[in-house]
């Protein structure tokens, strides 16, 4: 059983969407970050960056935080979502980089000065915008002639689509992304990446999740 201890981020999202496509039995501990939950002792005895998520495979102890380690983690304890051999192995680790290194934060920093900064610096958040413009475009060659990112759905495709799919929110359009948009909906047709996605829900503290099956805990 795994524990994952997670917030209703893209961040948070990858894990549950991973969980959820390679059917493995976790236990949903929802973060209150508002609350700072993750600065708490606790939580920095298993992260000592203070960030979600983190997961505790109680197979074996392993504690891991920082969720591109986790994903590889998730994709070699199940056997999915990594290649079908080594070259694609390496190409999926390439992207997964991509996501982790560039797209995940230059959003972020879109996001912060877009909607949360209490000033509005206009050059700031043109840098930002048109840097993630940038990635997202580079991720539209990319599905050029090809459903995923690499071969089949693998976990560079679960890293990068939690972030891709908020691109409004950060205040970029993809209209002109034709490849990049028909993949978002591509994923969010996969039903396991849909409720994941979804996961945690708003307000629940706990949640149980079994074959399919969710047991909120209060």
């Known amino acids: 059983m795994i524990d994952l201890y997670t917030a209703a981020t893209p961040n948070g999202h990858k894990i549950s969407i991973a969980l959820e496509e390679m059917a493995i039995p976790y236990h949903l501990i929802n973060i209150d970050l508002l609350g700072g939950e993750q600065k708490q002792e ?3 005895k298993m992260n000592p960056n203070g960030r979600i998520p983190v ?5 074996n102890g392993m ?3 920082e969720s591109g380690a986790i994903l590889i983690y998730l994709a070699e304890k199940s056997g999915l979502f990594y290649g079908n051999d080594d070259a694609e192995k390496y190409q999926i680790l390439q992207w997964l980089m991509f996501q982790k ?8 920093q879109a996001n912060v000065f877009h909607r949360y900064f209490p000033e509005r610096i206009e050059p700031v958040i043109d840098r930002y915008q048109n840097e993630v413009k940038r990635l997202l475009t580079i991720i539209d ?3 050029e002639n090809q459903d995923y990112l690499v071969g089949d759905f693998s976990i560079a495709d679960i890293s ?9 929110w950060s205040g970029v359009d993809i209209e002109d992304l034709p490849n990049l948009k028909k993949w978002i909906d591509r994923i969010y047709a996969r039903p396991a990446s849909l409720k994941g ?3 945690p829900p708003r307000g629940t503290e706990e949640q149980v999740v079994k074959g399919g099956q969710s047991i909120i805990q209060k």
Do not use: E
């Open 141 to 143: 060659s990319q599905l």
């Open 63 to 65: 504690t891991l935080f």
């Open 197 to 199: 996605s979804k996961l």
């Open 55 to 59: 997961i505790v495979d109680s197979d």
């Open 42 to 44: 606790s939580f920095i």
């Open 160 to 168: 990068t689509w939690p972030w891709a799919k908020t691109h409004a």
């Open 101 to 108: 290194s560039g797209l995940g934060p230059m959003m972020g």
